[in-house]
């Protein structure tokens, strides 16, 4: 056989794909707490999604092109959140559950995602709106009022995507708690690579003639090689399929007919 006796010939590539998924980011909880100026938990204010039903619950809204759609609630006993966040925009709303009992000044916010049990986002600012900053202390609080340090940044990022906080407001007096958040949700340039699995090669036969399909590659040294046995032709679109290892160089791949 010769590749000057290739008949026509169509070369179908068939990728096959394993499947792993992989989600993005979750807001999985949030604490609020009075802060002196240097961001350290101080005046005992808390509010959080954790499950100590003796604490002050916080309670989040998400904005949906319908309104806000509640992640929690509506009583202590269901305070734990878990939201995939969407890329874009992300707005919620927070509602403490009981207003202050004592006067402040600086609110501290930290946000846990995917499950962590530190914050990846922890920030200061002043009561009712004003700049934020990040906060860095090494004394402010987790859900159940348990002791952490703060995350130091605005942004967070996993495998898939970088999650920041654009904007925050909490309002805090006798009369109740609430305020606002804003983060947006970016996707990650993640490395990847395509590999074909598998090589259907296909052509138009003849009925009763007889076709091999041959390749060549660096393994072969160039040489053409038979793939298979020889395939009878019925006349119809006749097709055989190739397995291609991982590492595999490259292959070239005629059809001829047996003499």
Known sequence: ???????????????????????????????????????????????????????????????????????????????????????????????????????????????????????????????????????????????NKIPVPAAGTLEYSNVLEKVALIATIWNSSSDGAGGVLDLIVQPQNAPMDIRFSEVEVCWWSLPNVPYQVVYRSVLTTNIWTTLGTPVLGDGLRDCIRDQVGPGQPQRFYSVVRVQ
């Open 1 to 143: 056989m010769h590749p000057s006796t290739i008949a026509s010939a169509w070369l179908v590539v068939a990728l096959t794909f394993g499947t792993h998924k992989i989600h993005g980011a979750t807001l999985s909880g949030a604490v609020v707490f009075s802060a002196g100026t240097d961001g350290e938990a101080a005046n005992g204010q808390i509010w959080d999604t954790g499950s100590d039903v003796t604490l002050s619950r916080l309670f989040i809204s998400v904005l949906t092109p319908t309104g806000y759609v509640a992640l929690n609630g509506p009583d202590a006993s269901h305070g734990a959140v878990n939201y995939l966040l969407h890329p874009g925009t992300n707005s919620f709303r927070l509602t403490g559950q009981s207003g202050q009992s004592q006067p402040f000044a600086v609110f501290g916010l930290n946000l846990f995602l995917d499950g962590k049990p530190l914050p990846v986002i922890s920030i200061k600012a002043p009561l009712g709106g004003g700049a934020l900053s990040t906060n860095s202390s090494t004394n402010t609080l987790a859900p």
